[in-house]
């Protein structure tokens, strides 16, 4: 893919040339925040202009629990409640499982074992979000209605599950990049100590890849936050539900409930048009979301100042009693965090493979469709590549130099104003930059459906995750490595060129993939920008009026009405296949990236 | 609700469009008969545009905005055709008054009031239109109210701008306009009718509006009779059945060239069973 541009292959090995000036590194890194800002601005400008369109009465979108645009109430309270309930659920579960499971990968685990399962791991993040939420429907709802006793089991707890188990993936190998960006001496220096594993990890490990596993969280709640499509299915979607007391609270969680991306994932954007109060209150959801996560970085970023000041004088003092015993443990129960991603892995790949065997028919991937829903996917599966790939080109440099520039080159207080606006960016739910992508490139610019505005409209999704994996991983260079550029006299744009990039870049191919996974299965922003359900041609020809047909989209407008049975063939075979597509690219950029990581730096 | 709901999509879907159009103008565009709206109709569609593939048609099928979307971009001359699961209302003929709209209809879909089996072997066979208001409103909470077992109802209605709704609506409250949803924690909102079919199957007690083909043949659901009315082929052909709404192509003016050949091939015996084969009705069926 597009790697080798960024990744200076041969580093100086001492004999002979010192690296170039490399001036450019300045307009890249800052080219690359201001994309950022610049990103963020056109959607929050978007959604003000959304909001100044029509009167909003603010008072009653924040405390006002009745939503019923036929009656002109709009109130976005309990949506609010349900999306905080949902979060807060999700990261409960998600958080401790996948911290346990990052570090069974990358500290008990062989290295035989541990890097297929790693790879699984990120393939689990590229599994189209639409399939988690059928998994909803099939397992996780008959559990909540068992449990609770209630009919159905659409639930605001339902939705907190699959949303936790749809961020594991994400936090997982986030957290795994983290760990083994410590360097192994330190390992050894503290096992040498007599120290067990447990406490190692505790006092030598964690520490130095404290920042990694936070921005990991980050990123999973930012997709929590912006998620839809799944939470959609399992969520109830019922208006105005909003406890007053404890006993309502608990009693809420088992019963359906709506949150801020389920109404604006919904068909009221659309039916809203582009002003008056209606839209106006839309808008106003969407900015209120917006500042959630907003929120939510800033108190998580918080506690990194105490981080650092422990970080030189660690607290941790080891009791001396049961010292094996309590590393046995703590050694099960991290074992015991990575069962459930696996079983999760082992559950959905079965799902996939029976619902989806016609994918395994490879006339289904070189023929195009016949209609509605016979034939293959050939058309789909080039669309969907070639808005991967485009999305791909435009993100990472994009990505890559805003990372750089918030690890490296700002001040402590940019660097986290920068962060909280990336994750920002991240939590944007698809459907706005879907609109704004119409409203601004299909019908200002007068691009119609076209494929690049779609790649253009992904880029945002992409970007954040990029820039937060890469910075978290610069912030994480061993202070030697820096000493020593330093002390041969480097500019600061030769560090980064010949120092930060080459450490750097394995962290930042992750992130690539898992937001191109994650852009791969997105189906609302190109809904409206990119994509039609038939009659495309294969490759366009052009940009304005230049369609194509995509696999999500595919799937998505094959799920929703079709009695015909082979829709529904269709549509799980086309899942399949985009889950493979998406397998292939990782394991091949994953081999890439192991080969470089590791043998360079990590010794 | 149905009549301002109604409205407010199309403005704004004529806004969309017309922004587009703007937009467009000067864009080009390629030869491709375009057909756009409903996804109800986007199968059918899409099929038959296969079917004249061999025939050197160039037709593209999306499905951006539902009825109302492809409604208001037919008026704004961004496609050909516009797919509707809803008859043209006066509100879509204001909204554009420089059009001359021309529905052919291509079939039927028939809504029924959907409950569990259990629900219907224990009595519940038939509902009269105030009952299905008690039960959607939140007012009837317990089967038992109505002659069925003694089972919690559990409500899932359909989200707002979907054609099944707006039957529904239609059916309940005239063109008055329908209440704020039940505050009641047995209430939730689905999509698509695949997402319907499956809620209902697994959950005691529900209640749902879906398109009677979708029920077919399933063991764990029924449709109830309303007002003593089967929603049989015959009653909606006579129109007795309540609840059943047409399948539109619309263009503007009278279909010519290739828009003609489209539309006439889905009315051919072929171009019928393609209704048959996504679950809806063919014209003859409703005796047109």
Same mark, same amino acid.
């Given at each position: 893919?597009?790697?080798?541009?960024?990744?200076?292959?041969?580093?100086?090995?001492?004999?002979?040339?010192?690296?170039?000036?490399?001036?450019?590194?300045?307009?890249?890194?800052?080219?690359?925040?201001?994309?950022?800002?610049?990103?963020?601005? &056109? %959607?929050?400008?978007?959604?003000?202009?959304?909001?100044?369109?029509?009167?909003?009465?603010?008072?009653?979108?924040?405390?006002?629990?009745?939503?019923?645009?036929?009656?002109?109430?709009? $109130?976005?309270?309990?949506?609010?409640?349900?999306?905080?309930?949902?979060?807060?659920?999700?990261?409960?579960?998600?958080?401790?499982?996948?911290?346990?499971?990052?570090?069974?990968?990358?500290?008990?685990?062989?290295?035989?074992?541990?890097?297929?399962?790693?790879?699984?791991?990120?393939?689990?993040?590229?599994?189209?979000?639409?399939?988690?939420?059928?998994?909803?429907? #099939?397992?996780?709802?008959?559990?909540?209605?068992?449990?609770?006793?209630?009919?159905?089991?659409?639930?605001?707890?339902?939705?907190?599950?699959?949303?936790?188990?749809?961020?594991?993936?994400?936090?997982?190998?986030?957290?795994?990049?983290?760990?083994?960006?410590?360097?192994?001496?330190?390992?050894?220096?503290?096992?040498?100590?007599?120290?067990?594993?447990?406490? #190692?990890?505790?006092?030598?490990?964690?520490? +130095?890849?404290?920042?990694?596993?936070?921005?990991?969280?980050?990123?999973?709640?930012?997709?929590?936050?912006? !998620?839809?499509?799944?939470?959609?299915?399992?969520?109830?979607? /019922?208006?105005?539900?909003?406890?007053?007391?404890?006993? @309502?609270?608990?009693?809420?969680?088992?019963?359906?409930?709506?949150?801020?991306?389920?109404?604006?994932?919904?068909?009221?954007? %659309? +039916?809203?048009?582009?002003?008056?109060?209606?839209?106006?209150?839309?808008?106003?959801?969407?900015?209120?979301?917006?500042?959630?996560?907003?929120?939510?970085?800033?108190?998580?970023?918080?506690?990194?100042?105490?981080?650092?000041?422990?970080?030189?004088?660690?607290?941790?003092?080891?009791?001396?009693?049961?010292?094996?015993?309590?590393?046995?443990?703590?050694?099960?129960?991290?074992?015991?965090?990575?069962?459930?991603?696996?079983?999760?892995?082992?559950?959905?790949?079965?799902?996939?493979?029976?619902? $989806?065997?016609?994918?395994?028919?490879?006339?289904?991937?070189?023929?195009?469709?016949?209609?509605?829903?016979?034939?293959?996917?050939?058309?789909?599966?080039?669309?969907?590549?070639?808005?991967?790939?485009?999305?791909?080109?435009?993100?990472?440099?994009?990505?890559?130099?805003?990372?750089?520039?918030?690890? *490296?080159?700002?001040?402590?207080?940019?660097?986290?104003?920068?962060?909280?606006?990336?994750?920002?960016?991240?939590?944007?739910?698809?459907?706005?930059?879907?609109?704004?992508?119409?409203?601004?490139?299909?019908?200002?610019?007068?691009?119609?459906?076209?494929?690049?505005?779609?790649?253009?409209?992904? *880029?945002?999704?992409?970007?954040? %995750?990029?820039?937060?994996?890469?910075?978290?991983?610069?912030?994480?260079?061993?202070? !030697?490595?820096?000493?020593?550029?330093?002390?041969?006299?480097?500019?600061?744009?030769?560090?980064?060129?010949?120092?930060?990039?080459?450490?750097?870049?394995?962290?930042?191919?992750?992130?690539?993939?898992?937001?191109?996974?994650?852009?791969?299965?997105?189906?609302?922003?190109?809904?409206?920008?990119?994509?039609?359900?038939?009659?495309?041609?294969?490759?366009?020809?052009?940009?304005?009026?230049?369609? *194509?047909?995509?696999?999500?989209?595919?799937?998505?407008?094959?799920?929703?009405?079709?009695?015909?049975?082979?829709? %529904? &063939?269709?549509?799980?075979?086309?899942?399949?296949?985009?889950?493979?597509?998406?397998?292939?690219?990782?394991?091949?950029?994953?081999?890439?990236?192991?080969?470089?990581?590791?043998?360079?730096?990590?010794? | 609700?149905?009549?301002?709901?109604?409205?407010?999509?199309?403005?704004?879907?004529?806004?969309?469009?017309?922004?587009?159009?703007?937009?467009?103008?000067?864009?080009?565009?390629?030869?491709?008969?375009?057909?756009?709206?409903?996804?109800?109709?986007?199968?059918?569609?899409?099929?038959?545009?296969?079917?004249?593939?061999?025939?050197?048609?160039?037709? &593209?099928?999306?499905?951006?905005?539902?009825?109302?979307?492809?409604?208001?971009?037919? /008026?704004?001359?961004?496609?050909?055709?516009? #797919?509707?699961?809803?008859?043209?209302?006066?509100?879509?003929?204001?909204?554009?008054?420089?059009?001359?709209?021309?529905?052919?209809?291509?079939?039927?879909?028939?809504?029924?009031?959907? *409950?569990?089996?259990?629900?219907?072997?224990?009595?519940?066979?038939?509902?009269?239109?105030?009952?299905?208001?008690?039960?959607?409103?939140?007012?009837?909470?317990?089967?038992?109210?109505?002659?069925?077992?003694?089972?919690?109802?559990?409500?899932?209605?359909? @989200?707002? $701008?979907?054609?099944?709704?707006?039957?529904?609506?239609?059916?309940?409250?005239?063109?008055?306009?329908?209440?704020?949803?039940?505050?009641?924690?047995?209430?939730?909102?689905?999509?698509?009718?695949? @997402?319907?079919?499956?809620?209902?199957?697994?959950?005691?007690?529900?209640?749902?509006?879906?398109?009677?083909?979708?029920?077919?043949?399933?063991?764990?659901?029924?449709?109830?009779?309303?007002?003593?009315?089967?929603?049989?082929?015959?009653?909606?052909?006579?129109?007795?059945?309540?609840?059943?709404?047409?399948?539109?192509?619309?263009?503007?003016? !009278?279909?010519?060239?290739?828009?003609?050949?489209?539309?006439?091939?889905?009315?051919?015996?072929?171009?019928?069973?393609?209704?048959?084969?996504?679950?809806?009705?063919?014209?003859? @069926?409703?005796?047109?």
């Amino acid at each position: 893919m597009t790697t080798k541009t960024l990744a200076p292959p041969s580093v100086p090995s001492g004999t002979g040339s010192r690296p170039r000036p490399s001036k450019w590194i300045w307009s890249w890194t800052w080219v690359g925040a201001f994309a950022v800002i610049a990103l963020l601005l &056109t %959607v929050v400008g978007y959604l003000g202009a959304g909001v100044g369109s029509g009167h909003v009465g603010w008072a009653d979108l924040l405390f006002e629990s009745a939503w019923s645009p036929a009656n002109s109430a709009y $109130g976005g309270l309990a949506m609010i409640y349900g999306t905080a309930v949902v979060c807060v659920l999700a990261l409960v579960i998600a958080v401790p499982v996948s911290w346990g499971a990052a570090v069974a990968l990358t500290e008990y685990l062989p290295p035989r074992l541990a890097r297929p399962l790693r790879l699984c791991v990120e393939l689990l993040a590229a599994v189209p979000s639409i399939v988690y939420g059928l998994i909803g429907i #099939m397992v996780v709802r008959p559990v909540i209605a068992r449990i609770a006793d209630v009919p159905g089991g659409d639930s605001l707890a339902a939705a907190g599950i699959v949303l936790a188990v749809m961020i594991t993936p994400t936090v997982v190998a986030v957290s795994v990049d983290a760990l083994t960006a410590v360097p192994d001496r330190v390992r050894e220096t503290a096992l040498s100590l007599g120290l067990t594993r447990q406490e #190692m990890i505790r006092s030598a490990v964690l520490p +130095l890849a404290r920042s990694g596993m936070r921005a990991a969280v980050l990123l999973g709640l930012a997709r929590a936050l912006g !998620e839809a499509i799944a939470v959609f299915l399992v969520v109830g979607r /019922a208006d105005g539900r909003m406890p007053t007391s404890f006993g @309502e609270f608990v009693d809420s969680l088992s019963h359906p409930g709506q949150t801020l991306t389920t109404k604006l994932a919904g068909p009221e954007p %659309v +039916l809203a048009g582009t002003t008056g109060p209606y839209f106006a209150a839309l808008c106003g959801l969407g900015l209120i979301l917006l500042a959630l996560v907003a929120a939510a970085t800033i108190w998580g970023t918080r506690g990194r100042t105490r981080g650092a000041t422990t970080k030189s004088a660690p607290r941790y003092r080891g009791s001396a009693r049961m010292r094996l015993q309590r590393d046995r443990m703590v050694r099960t129960l991290r074992l015991g965090a990575l069962l459930l991603p696996t079983a999760l892995l082992v559950g959905m790949l079965a799902l996939l493979v029976t619902r $989806g065997s016609s994918a395994f028919n490879p006339s289904f991937w070189f023929t195009s469709a016949t209609g509605a829903a016979g034939g293959g996917v050939r058309d789909q599966i080039t669309g969907t590549v070639l808005l991967i790939a485009a999305t791909g080109i435009l993100a990472l440099p994009l990505g890559f130099g805003a990372g750089v520039f918030i690890g *490296v080159h700002a001040s402590a207080r940019t660097a986290r104003v920068l962060q909280t606006l990336t994750i920002i960016l991240g939590g944007v739910p698809t459907i706005l930059l879907g609109l704004a992508g119409f409203v601004i490139l299909s019908t200002t610019m007068g691009w119609g459906r076209s494929w690049l505005a779609g790649a253009i409209v992904l *880029v945002p999704v992409v970007v954040p %995750v990029i820039a937060l994996t890469t910075a978290a991983r610069v912030r994480s260079i061993p202070a !030697e490595l820096t000493e020593s550029a330093m002390s041969l006299g480097l500019t600061r744009a030769q560090f980064i060129r010949s120092v930060v990039v080459p450490y750097t870049w394995p962290a930042t191919i992750t992130g690539l993939l898992l937001g191109l996974a994650r852009a791969a299965g997105e189906t609302a922003p190109l809904l409206f920008t990119a994509t039609v359900f038939f009659g495309a041609p294969a490759l366009p020809d052009g940009i304005v009026e230049a369609p *194509v047909q995509a696999l999500p989209t595919h799937i998505f407008t094959l799920s929703q009405d079709s009695g015909d049975p082979q829709a %529904v &063939t269709q549509a799980w075979g086309s899942a399949m296949v985009l889950v493979l597509i998406t397998a292939v690219l990782l394991s091949a950029a994953v081999a890439l990236r192991n080969r470089f990581e590791g043998e360079r730096w990590t010794t | 609700m149905f009549t301002k709901n109604h409205r407010r999509a199309c403005l704004a879907a004529t806004a969309l469009a017309a922004l587009t159009l703007a937009g467009c103008a000067d864009g080009g565009g390629s030869d491709a008969l375009q057909v756009s709206g409903s996804t109800t109709v986007a199968p059918v569609a899409a099929d038959a545009a296969q079917d004249l593939k061999a025939k050197g048609l160039d037709i &593209t099928v999306a499905t951006q905005g539902g009825s109302a979307g492809g409604i208001s971009q037919l /008026a704004s001359g961004q496609i050909n055709i516009a #797919m509707s699961s809803k008859p043209l209302g006066k509100e879509d003929k204001a909204a554009s008054p420089g059009t001359k709209f021309h529905s052919t209809q291509i079939g039927a879909d028939a809504v029924g009031v959907i *409950v569990t089996k259990r629900v219907a072997d224990a009595g519940v066979k038939n509902l009269t239109a105030e009952q299905v208001r008690g039960l959607f409103e939140g007012k009837i909470t317990n089967w038992s109210e109505v002659g069925g077992p003694n089972l919690k109802v559990f409500v899932y209605d359909k @989200e707002p $701008g979907r054609g099944t709704r707006e039957v529904l609506d239609k059916y309940l409250y005239g063109d008055g306009k329908a209440p704020a949803p039940p505050k009641s924690g047995n209430f939730a909102v689905v999509g698509g009718n695949l @997402e319907t079919r499956n809620k209902l199957e697994s959950t005691p007690g529900a209640v749902a509006p879906l398109s009677t083909s979708f029920v077919e043949g399933r063991k764990g659901l029924a449709a109830v009779n309303l007002d003593g009315i089967e929603p049989s082929p015959k009653n909606i052909a006579s129109g007795k059945y309540p609840m059943a709404r047409p399948l539109f192509f619309i263009t503007d003016g !009278e279909p010519d060239g290739a828009s003609k050949k489209f539309i006439d091939y889905t009315l051919t015996a072929k171009g019928q069973a393609l209704m048959t084969k996504h679950g809806y009705l063919t014209l003859k @069926e409703i005796g047109k």
